[in-house]
T-cell receptor, first 115, second 112 residues
Framework: AQTVTQSQPEMSVQEAETVTLSCTYD???????LFWYKQPPSRQMILVIR??????QNATENRFSVNFQKAAKSFSLKISDSQLGDAAMYFC????????????FGTGTSLTVIP | NAGVTQTPKFRILKIGQSMTLQCTQD?????MYWYRQDPGMGLKLIYY???????DKGEVPNGYNVSRSTTEDFPLRLELAAPSQTSVYFC???????????FGPGTRLTVL
């Protein structure tokens, strides 16, 4: 099974500053999808950004961008101009493009935004 | 659209009791999923369905059952509740296998 590792259990950032959350994964597959999900205190899982492994260009969604390094199996999330509403748990997830319906999630990073 | 709705939001069960967690989506999605999230962990897939009448096991199916009689509904059944099933349960849906999954708000279940 694939594994997804988030090595930062907790992170904090000053409001309006930039923060980067790390994620690494282990796979022997060449085609797959990577995701960052946000889980605020309401518990609902919200998709932040999605990256297809065959695309070399890094995905961007407004203040959120990723640094996808396929050879290094690294998928970090950068949040620019951090806002109080960005405070949440962030989960990195992996999904194969070829086989099955399994999502593999990391253990999450708790982000605190300091006013 | 309401998206994905789950009921109940909270539930406390005694060991050995049974219950059904309800999940409904109004987006005409083919795929539906049940996950559990234990404290400090990511989500793990319990069961999924690729369409009405078709279900399959995920990573942690033991102790659970599902059915999919309609496109909209995907209930999760716990037959003999055990303390190890204390968790937060999320339902999700997607149009296709590789499409974005939309999650419900979750059900917090405690088994005492």
């Amino acid at each position: 099974a694939q594994t997804v590792t988030q090595s930062q259990p907790e992170m904090s950032v000053q409001e309006a500053e930039t923060v980067t959350l790390s994620c690494t994964y282990d796979t022997s597959e060449s085609d797959y999808y990577l995701f960052w999900y946000k889980q605020p205190p309401s518990r609902q899982m919200i998709l932040v950004i999605r990256q297809e492994a065959y695309k070399q260009q890094n995905a961007t969604e407004n203040r959120f961008s990723v640094n996808f390094q396929k050879a290094a199996k690294s998928f970090s999330l950068k949040i620019s101009d951090s806002q109080l509403g960005d405070a949440a748990m962030y989960f990195c997830a992996y999904r194969s493009a070829d086989t099955g319906n399994q999502f593999y999630f990391g253990t999450g990073t708790s982000l605190t935004v300091i006013p | 659209n309401a998206g994905v709705t789950q009921t109940p939001k909270f539930r406390i069960l005694k060991i050995g009791q049974s219950m059904t967690l309800q999940c409904t989506q109004d987006m005409n999605h083919n795929y539906m999923y049940w996950y559990r999230q234990d404290p400090g962990m990511g989500l793990k897939l319990i069961y999924y369905s690729v369409g009405a009448g078709i279900t399959d096991k995920g990573e942690v199916p033991n102790g659970y059952n599902v059915s999919r009689s309609t496109t909209e509904d995907f209930p999760l059944r716990l037959e003999l509740a055990a303390p190890s099933q204390t968790s937060v349960y999320f339902c999700a849906s997607s149009y296709g296998r590789l499409d974005t999954q939309y999650f419900g708000p979750g059900t917090r279940l405690t088994v005492l």
